[in-house]
């Protein structure tokens, strides 16, 4: 007769092994719909995602005539000058107070992508910026939809590619990969790299300990999270003071200039030279 101490045994290697088995799968199964134009590829994930599209859905557009970022402002797409990208997230295992750090993970994403396809070393303004020689080169629009199945995520990313993404009248405060290497990147590479990066983040992100390593990667990728000199713009007030790291949801800490720690889940950050 089989002893209880075996069948325990047994059962906790069965536990272990189909642990072992759920962290090898793919959480994410990308497949991408290509469009040569469309308004907003944010606007057509959505739209898909209420007809039931799959996580892991991507739409890919070569150029939108209403992009947009944060806000609702313009987000400028000219044909083949940038990288307009959308993803559609069903994020189930992460409470919905964790969902600003799917932001947080596609920007770390963005990141990997771009080392890896362009060998371009980037920063990361809170909350959403990447950033190259302190002028933007890639926004994230992070939006949630209401569908039959349940709410999802839908992430929006813009990469400028060369100059023609951005108009003259910004030279000053955007840049592009072009600008950056030399060299314009090839879509198509950057667009791979950039859907492996999101994957393997966005398994990060759920796995036990993802949230907080998420925050941790997130943090030594960004010159912002700690001791910058920077101005936040509020709805009703703007003030000055010093980043002091993450919350655990991904909200910036600002120490003002009065020494009150402020936590901030909207808003602009600028950066400031720091005073002598």
């Known amino acids: 007769m089989e002893s209880y101490r075996t069948r325990l045994f047994l059962a906790r290697r ?8 759920n962290l090898m799968k793919p959480i994410l199964r990308p497949v991408i719909l290509r469009f040569d134009s469309l308004p907003s590829t944010n606007t057509e994930a959505a739209r898909q995602a209420q007809h039931g599209a799959p996580e892991g859905l991507c739409v ?14 313009v987000w400028i797409s000219p044909a083949d000058a940038g990288l307009y990208f959308s993803i559609v997230l069903r994020p189930e295992s992460l409470a919905p107070q964790s969902w600003p750090l799917l932001t947080l993970m596609s920007a770390l994403a963005v990141h990997d992508a771009l080392l890896e396809a362009c060998q371009l070393e980037t920063d990361i303004k809170w909350p959403n910026d990447i950033i190259a020689d302190d002028r933007k080169l890639c926004g994230i629009l992070a939006e949630t939809v209401e569908t039959e199945s349940g709410r999802v995520v839908v992430v929006g990313i813009g990469i400028n590619l060369d100059d023609r993404a951005f108009p003259s009248e910004l030279k000053e405060i955007a840049t592009s990969v072009a600008q950056r290497t030399g060299n314009k990147p090839d879509r198509e590479t950057l667009l ?14 759920q796995s036990p300990g993802g949230e907080a390593a998420t925050i941790s990667e997130w943090t030594r990728r960004s010159s912002y999270a700690h001791d910058r000199r ?47």
């Open 192 to 205: 791979q790299s950039l859907v492996r990066a999101i994957e393997r983040r966005y398994k990060i992100l």
């Open 14 to 21: 069965f536990s272990t092994a189909t642990r072992a088995e």
């Open 60 to 73: 890919v557009a070569r150029e939108q005539t209403s992009g947009r970022g944060r806000q609702e402002r």
């Open 230 to 276: 920077v101005r936040v713009s509020l709805s009703t007030e703007i003030f000055d003071g010093w980043t002091r790291g993450l919350e655990a949801d991904g909200a910036l800490r600002v120490e003002t200039d009065q020494g009150e720690i402020r936590i901030i889940r909207a808003g602009d950050i600028t950066s400031l030279r720091a005073q002598a």
